[in-house]
């Protein structure tokens, strides 16, 4: 077996692969040999972006379970880009969990169904989220922000109960056994205002996406045995 660094191919072997981890010039690199033909085969994640400008795309192979019927139809889609060609995908579940996912995908797809969309109902991790963000950047009188929120349909019944309840767990931060840790709002209870505290704006840059969840922050500790000692910690 001979030995090759990700992203390589030559003439007699026209493969290549497709990351995130590799630099943007070995990406360029694979997209462009495949726009022209030159390549074969191409092993990809999500990162490469088979449209129309592309190139011709024969099969798509799934490697383990697509977990949605709309990512699997979308990335099966990828190929047959063209009037009369009809897009193919083979699928390579890992397990026998994914082989039954895998089977229903195909038996949805035949029926024409998509994955339901359910949309839930005022998330308070999202509004929390959003009340740090509008935060790091202006002072906010908290009910002004609370008819703010509720401007927005899945915030329209939302309860003033709920919304204080995130401005406390925003403001005080979160217990652990050494304290309360976690608190990104400065509230002066007397005049009901809101404000970021001083890292708000770092931490806001660093937490972009809606996944996150502030009890990941919380300081663990490992279990202790009855003598007290303690075995792990994570901070």
């Not at 795309?57 to 009369?84: D, F, K, N, W, Y």
């Not at 026998?96 to 969309?117: F, G, P, T």
């Not at 005022?122 to 908290?142: F, T, Y």
Request: glycine share 8%.
């Amino acid at each position: 077996m001979t030995w090759r660094p990700c992203g390589s191919c030559t003439a007699s072997r026209p493969t290549t692969a497709h990351h995130g981890s590799l630099s943007r010039e070995r990406r360029h690199r694979a997209e462009r040999l495949l726009k022209s033909g030159e390549l074969k085969v191409v092993v990809a994640t999500a990162s490469l972006e088979l449209g129309i400008d592309v190139g011709a795309v024969e099969l798509c192979c799934l490697i383990g379970s697509p977990r949605s019927i709309s990512t699997g139809l979308q990335r099966i889609g990828r190929s047959g880009h063209s009037i009369a060609a009809t897009p193919k995908g083979r699928l390579f579940p890992l397990t026998r969990d994914q082989l039954v996912e895998c089977a229903a995908l195909v038996r949805a797809a035949r029926r024409a169904e998509i994955d339901a969309v359910c949309l839930r109902d005022a998330p308070l991790d999202v509004l929390a989220q959003q009340i740090v963000a509008a935060c790091a950047s202006d002072e906010w009188d908290e009910d002004a922000l609370y008819d703010l929120v509720r401007r927005a349909g899945p915030y329209a019944a939302l309860a003033h109960a709920d919304f204080d309840a995130v401005v406390d767990m925003l403001s005080e931060g979160i217990a652990t056994s050494r304290g309360r840790a976690g608190a990104l709002l400065h509230r002066d209870a007397v005049n009901r205002r809101l404000r970021g505290r001083r890292l708000v704006p770092r931490h806001r840059q660093s937490h972009a996406g809606v996944h996150h969840r502030p009890e990941r922050h919380r300081r663990h500790e490992g279990l202790r045995p009855p003598n007290g000692h303690r075995l792990a910690t994570q901070r």
